[in-house]
């Protein structure tokens, strides 16, 4: 996300990134329902999901498509309907979500005012990063496992959403030099994006609505600390 620097580079992909041949079907022992009985959709966001998790909590590498079908209910067979390889999911959920922030932080900053702007593109981001920690663990982990090209997208596109915050700072205060906002900004995505660790453990007794509330402050303030 946002606010962490990451060295890039394309790994070896494991050896079950091709598709194998093999039947369709939910994995043996599953709860879930069989893949007929889900919608393609449903299933996609599933297996998204349960790849987020899995990568999340050991790293792409140590993640094989059998692993991301069977935590989804599917063979890994299954998985290859919805994505052609380990490498498309981990773009995909990458990609998508650094298009998400870039989407919906375009909206929020057309706000009436810098300092409104401000605010609902804080509360936004503390949405995602309390919403989505997996995704936040995930970037710091493997962006460096991404396709060169997809790797080149994800940076490019949240350049762009911090561009959306450094110029509604500026326009609040425009004494602030370009380079101390920018600066001010990273350090406000540096806290909000500590959830994986910040709203685990002993911390999570906060509950969300008084964790949000916290880090919605820090967020705030970070900014407010560059005039």
Avoid: C
Avoid at 13 to 25: N, R, V, Y
Avoid at 125 to 138: D, N
């Amino acid at each position: 996300m946002p606010g962490r620097t990451t060295t890039t580079g394309a790994e070896a992909t494991s050896a079950d990134d091709s598709p194998p041949g093999g039947p369709d079907g939910a994995a043996a022992g599953s709860a879930t329902p069989p893949a007929s009985a889900t919608a393609p959709g449903a299933r996609r966001e599933q297996l998204l999901a349960a790849a987020a998790r899995l990568m999340a909590d050991r790293g792409y590498h140590g993640v094989s498509i059998n692993d991301i079908g069977a935590a989804a209910g599917v063979s890994g067979p299954a998985v290859y309907k919805h994505f052609p390889s380990k490498q498309a999911i981990l773009t995909e959920l990458l990609v998508g979500i650094s298009e998400r922030l870039l989407a919906e932080g375009t909206v929020r900053a057309q706000a009436a005012s810098p300092d409104e702007a401000l605010d609902a593109l804080v509360r936004w981001h503390v949405s995602f990063a309390l919403g989505s920690p997996e995704l936040i663990r995930l970037q710091d982990r493997d962006l460096a496992s991404m396709d060169e090209t997809a790797a080149r997208s994800v940076r490019r596109l949240q350049r762009r959403y911090v561009e959306i915050w450094v110029a509604q700072l500026r326009a609040r205060d425009p004494g602030i030099a370009e380079d101390a906002a920018r600066a001010a900004v990273h350090a406000a995505f540096g806290l909000l994006n500590s959830t994986p660790y910040s709203a685990t453990g002993g911390a999570a007794r906060l509950g969300r609505a008084r964790m949000a509330d916290l880090l919605h402050r820090l967020g705030m303030a970070a900014l407010h600390a560059a005039s």
